[in-house]
């Protein structure tokens, strides 16, 4: 089945620690999101890739980057995670936006980041 | 400015009991879309729906439908003998054209549903 995957489920990375968490796909999507999820909140978008074509929101703090090597896979980078990091990250992709369509997005798993 | 607003907060039901989770929106575009999602506790966000401002008519997919009224800005969710599997929280959310290159949806604050057998 086509989907969307992220490595690892659970990780707990210490105050400071550098800490990458991945996602990969096999939807063929042209864009991929990175979003945030504190307990009991809706998702926040971080930022999303169009192809090779990175947009950041506005208020996603600079500890937080992002990669994408092809169009397979995206990595979150958490440069220096603080406790109030610690939430759910979840990886999405979707067809990219048209003049007659705004698609659905197809959610990963998540990844549950602790920091200690 | 664009918004969704879920006013449910937790529902709770008893096994095949009707349900509906409200949504409400508010937005400038004359073109939009709207999504449902489900999160059960595993965590993963499932997509449930996706409808363009120009459908109005009804939806129906097994236990699940979905009433889209412009006139009063609604986007209404009904479950239809629920089941245990039914408990999760389900989130509305809206395009928003304007954020980014590939736009951005707009998440309402989910309702948290609690069906017990």
């Known amino acids: 089945d086509a989907m969307v995957i992220q490595n690892p489920r659970y990780q707990v990375t210490q105050f400071g620690k550098p800490v990458t968490l991945s996602c990969s796909q096999t939807?063929?999507?042209?864009?991929m999101y990175w979003y945030q999820q504190k307990s009991s909140q809706a998702p926040k978008l971080l930022f999303h890739?169009?192809?090779?074509?990175?947009?950041n929101e506005a208020d996603t703090p600079d500890n937080f980057q992002s990669r994408r090597p092809n169009t397979s896979f995206c990595f979150l980078d958490i440069r220096s995670p603080g406790l109030g990091d610690a939430a759910m990250y979840l990886c999405?992709?979707?067809?990219?936006?048209?003049?007659?369509?705004?698609?659905?997005?197809?959610f990963g798993p998540g990844t549950r980041l602790t920091v200690t | 400015a664009q918004k969704v607003t879920q006013a449910q907060t937790e529902i709770s039901v008893v096994e095949k009991e009707d349900v509906t989770l409200d949504c409400v929106y508010e937005?400038?575009?004359?073109?939009?879309?709207l999504f449902w999602y489900k999160q059960p506790p595993s965590g993963e966000l499932v997509f449930l729906i996706r409808?363009?401002?120009?459908?109005?008519q009804n939806e129906i997919s097994g236990r699940y439908s979905w009433n889209f009224q412009k006139s009063t800005s609604s986007f209404n969710f009904t479950i239809t003998a629920s089941q245990v599997v039914d408990s999760a929280v389900y989130f509305c959310?809206?395009?928003?054209?304007?954020?980014?290159?590939?736009?951005?949806?707009?998440f309402g604050k989910g309702t948290k549903l609690s069906v017990k057998p």
């Open positions: 999405a992709t979707s067809r990219e936006k048209t003049v007659i369509g705004f698609y659905e997005q197809y």
């Open positions: 939807l063929n999507h042209n864009v």
């Open positions: 890739y169009y192809d090779k074509d990175f947009n």
């Open positions: 937005t400038r575009d004359t073109t939009y879309y």
């Open positions: 409808r363009n401002s120009f459908d109005e």
């Open positions: 959310a809206l395009s928003d054209p304007g954020g980014g290159s590939q736009g951005n949806l707009i």
